[in-house]
């Protein structure tokens, strides 16, 4: 809505108008967002970033968020799996934790539960290959272990049901 005699000023005057006024809205939009973000299955670097942006657009609206409300909201809605980091950040005896370093300290755990996990699938992994190995039936296509040699026949009527015997060199007389 430009008429003829408004001014570059008056049209600048309206812009700001509009400006402001949605900018309380969009402060509370924010606001609600950014205190009520979860971690869920994001990374602590997803999360992080994710509330660092929220942050930033309520600080360019004018409501800037404290480094310790920063740290508080990071801490707020993490995952279950890191409430003894949590109870190390918020009852530190250094004094409270920058954003930046509670960040790190949360980092690390992530990569030390990241490699927990590995060990223990690698551990689970090898403890079912072990006990299916142990019942796994060679029946003609096995290769016997090393510095083995076959002992008895390969028809059903050495009492073994047509399987082969295997035995170390050296024991019987070899």
């Known amino acids: 809505m430009i008429d003829d005699d408004q001014t570059t000023q008056d049209l600048w ?22 205190h009520s973000m979860t971690q869920g299955n994001s990374s602590i670097t997803v999360h992080y970033q994710r509330m660092k942006t929220l942050a930033d657009a309520l600080r360019d609206v004018g409501h800037p968020i404290q480094d310790s409300q920063l740290v508080l ?3 707020h809605g ?5 409430s003894n980091t949590i109870e190390d950040i918020a009852n530190s005896t250094a004094g409270f934790p920058s954003l930046d370093q ?6 690390l755990k992530e990569l030390r539960l990241a490699n927990k996990e590995k060990i223990s699938n690698s551990t689970t992994l090898l403890a ?5 190995s142990s019942s796994f039936d060679c029946m003609g296509g096995c290769r016997p272990p090393s510095g083995s040699i076959q002992t008895g026949g390969s028809s059903s009527s050495n009492g073994h049901g047509g399987k082969k015997k295997w035995q170390k060199k050296g024991s019987d007389g070899f």
């Not at 993490?78 to 890191?82: D, I, K, Y």
């Open 73 to 75: 909201n990071l801490l």
């Open 13 to 34: 005057l309206t812009i700001e108008g509009l400006f402001h006024a949605n900018k309380q809205s969009r402060a509370t939009f924010l606001s609600h967002d950014f």
């Open 78 to 82: 993490l995952n279950p799996r890191f």
């Open 128 to 132: 079912r290959n072990s006990s299916s």
């Open 102 to 107: 509670a960040r790190d300290m949360l980092t």
